[in-house]
C-alpha cells in the first residue's frame, strides 16, 4: 500500500539555522513527491515537486528538498530559517493518474527569535 | 489570477442538521477535489471531479454526504445529517490539465458539529 509518514509533529529551530522537516514513502513503482504548508486560517499552499530528474528540487520561498530513493525519504530544507516559516507543512505522495494526493500528517515548526 | 473561493469560512451546526460549503474553483481549472481535514491530520480526499463527472468518490460517505459540480465550474458539498464527527474543515482544490501537478487549496470551512 502506497503510505506517507512525517515522523515529528513538530519541529524547533532558531532564526538563522538550518531546518529539516522529515517526510518517508512508501510507493510500488516511481514516486511523485510534494511539500504544502498551511498557515494559520489559510489553505495549503503548494512548495515544491519531486517528479523525476534532479534529486535535489528547489522550492518556493528557499525551500529545498532532497530525494532519496534508497532511503525512500523526501525530506525538507532550508538553510537559514525565519520566524515567517512557523506554519504546518505537509508531505504528500501522489496515488495514480488521476493525480490523487495522499497526504501525511503534518509537521509543526516553529522558529523561534 | 484569483484563487479558490471558499464559503462559508465558518459554520456552527447541531447533530443530525444539514450543512452545505460552496467552492468556486480557479477559472479554467478542469478537476476539482474536496478533501476532509480534521484536527491534527492531513488533508484525505473526499472527492474528485474532472469538469462536472466524478472521477473517484471512494472515500466519502454516501449515506450522508453529497457533492455536485452541475456545470462544471462551482461546486458544493452537502452533509445531511451531520455527526459529530464530521467536524473538520473542509478544503476545495483545483487543478488545471496544463500545470497537473499542482494543486491550488482554498482557504477551507471549519465545521464544528456540536
Known amino acids: 500500500a502506497q503510505s506517507v509518514a512525517q515522523p515529528e509533529d513538530q519541529v524547533n529551530v532558531a532564526e538563522g539555522n538550518p531546518l529539516t522537516v522529515k517526510c518517508t514513502y512508501s510507493?510500488?513503482?516511481?514516486?511523485?513527491l510534494f511539500w504544502y504548508v498551511q498557515y494559520p486560517n489559510r489553505g495549503l499552499q503548494f512548495l515544491l515537486k519531486?517528479?523525476?530528474?534532479?534529486?535535489l528540487v528547489k522550492g518556493s520561498y528557499g525551500f529545498e528538498a532532497e530525494f532519496n530513493k534508497s532511503q525512500t525519504s523526501f525530506h525538507l530544507k532550508k538553510p537559514s530559517a525565519l520566524v515567517s516559516d512557523s506554519a504546518l507543512y505537509f508531505c504528500?505522495?501522489?496515488?495514480?493518474?488521476?493525480?490523487?494526493?495522499?497526504f501525511g500528517s503534518g509537521t509543526r515548526l516553529l522558529v523561534r527569535p | 489570477e484569483a484563487g479558490v473561493a471558499q464559503s462559508p469560512r465558518y459554520k456552527i451546526i447541531e447533530k443530525r442538521q444539514s450543512v452545505a460549503f460552496w467552492c468556486n474553483p480557479i477559472?479554467?481549472?478542469?478537476?476539482l477535489y474536496w478533501y476532509q481535514q480534521i484536527l491534527g491530520q492531513g488533508p484525505k480526499l473526499l472527492i474528485q471531479?474532472?469538469?462536472?463527472?466524478?472521477?473517484?468518490d471512494s472515500q466519502l460517505p454516501k449515506d450522508r454526504f453529497s457533492a455536485e459540480r452541475l456545470k462544471g465550474v462551482d461546486s458544493t458539498l452537502k452533509i445531511q445529517p451531520a455527526k459529530l464527527e464530521d467536524s473538520a474543515v473542509y478544503l476545495c482544490?483545483?487543478?488545471?490539465?496544463?500545470?497537473?501537478?499542482?494543486?491550488?487549496f482554498g482557504p477551507g470551512t471549519r465545521l464544528t458539529v456540536t
Open positions: 482544490a483545483s487543478r488545471s490539465n496544463a500545470r497537473a501537478y499542482e494543486q491550488y
Open positions: 510507493v510500488s513503482g516511481n514516486p511523485y
Open positions: 519531486y517528479i523525476t530528474g534532479d534529486n
Open positions: 504528500a505522495l501522489r496515488m495514480d493518474s488521476s493525480y490523487k494526493l495522499i
Open positions: 477559472s479554467g481549472h478542469a478537476t
Open positions: 471531479f474532472q469538469n462536472n463527472g466524478v472521477v473517484d
